[in-house]
């Protein structure tokens, strides 16, 4: 059962231009969204979260927007650059799950220069 | 260095052999938590550990088991393998950020089963 779904494997941004990657979920209990991104040989790091209370929160050049009635979330960069190029996975937590923290197969970003 | 310590790097076996993979939490955190990843999949939650209790599981193997010790660390013991376990694992830890469960990943241990 994928309560968290990202159903597009890869994205190809111009440098300078926004990135919209985009998340699914099923659960309605989920307390928290969050963000990681991770590079090749290393582990994921956490990037922007946002509470299933919000709508929006906004951090420098990242953005997470949240519509709980469509049960979807979506991370923008604006401006995408050539760093931020790696694989971006959607995860929640929270709910009847406590810490337990559900992971999206993830979507592989690439930003060309 | 996200302060997780994860040994070792990479290990090759064989079938049916068993393994174990090694993880240290954060300077300060109680807990560990431990994901699969498979080759082009999403992280696979398997189990949780805080100060030495399991906290949650998720869709971990009965062959596979793990424990956290009195320093907190942790250890996954993978046996039977099978080539189908041939993945990344990685163990993390986590802190409390504007509320929500942050996780802090180690770099992984990179299994191969031939």
């Not at chain 1, 941004?13 to 979920?25: T, W």
């Not at chain 1, 099923?26 to 590079?39: G, Q, V």
């Not at chain 1, 995860?91 to 993830?106: C, D, E, L, P, W």
């Amino acid at each position: 059962d994928q309560q968290v779904k990202q159903n597009s494997p890869s994205l190809s941004v111009q440098e300078g231009r926004i990135s919209i990657l985009n998340c699914d979920y099923t659960n309605s209990m989920f307390d928290y969204f969050l963000w990681y991104k991770k590079y090749p040989a290393e582990g994921p790091t956490f990037l922007i979260s946002i509470s299933s209370i919000k709508d929006k929160n906004e951090d420098g050049r990242f953005t997470v927007f949240l519509n709980k009635s469509a049960k979807h979330l979506s991370l923008h960069i604006v401006p995408s650059q050539p760093g931020d190029s790696a694989v971006y996975f959607c995860a929640a937590s929270g709910g009847t799950g406590g810490f337990k923290t559900i992971f999206g197969a993830g979507t592989r970003l690439f930003v060309k220069a | 260095d996200s302060g997780v310590t994860q040994t070792p790097k990479h290990l090759i076996t064989a079938t049916g052999q068993r393994v174990t993979l090694r993880c240290s939490p954060r300077s300060g955190d109680l807990s560990v938590y431990w994901y699969q990843q498979s080759l082009d999949q999403g992280l696979q939650f398997l189990i949780q550990y805080y100060n030495g209790e399991e906290r949650a599981k998720g869709n971990i193997l009965e062959r596979f088991s793990a424990q956290q010790f009195p320093d907190l660390h942790s250890e996954l013991n993978l046996s039977s393998l099978e080539l189908g376990d041939s993945a990344l694992y990685f163990c993390a830890s986590s802190v409390i950020s504007a509320g929500a469960n942050v996780l802090t990943f180690g770099a992984g241990s990179r299994l191969t089963v031939l």
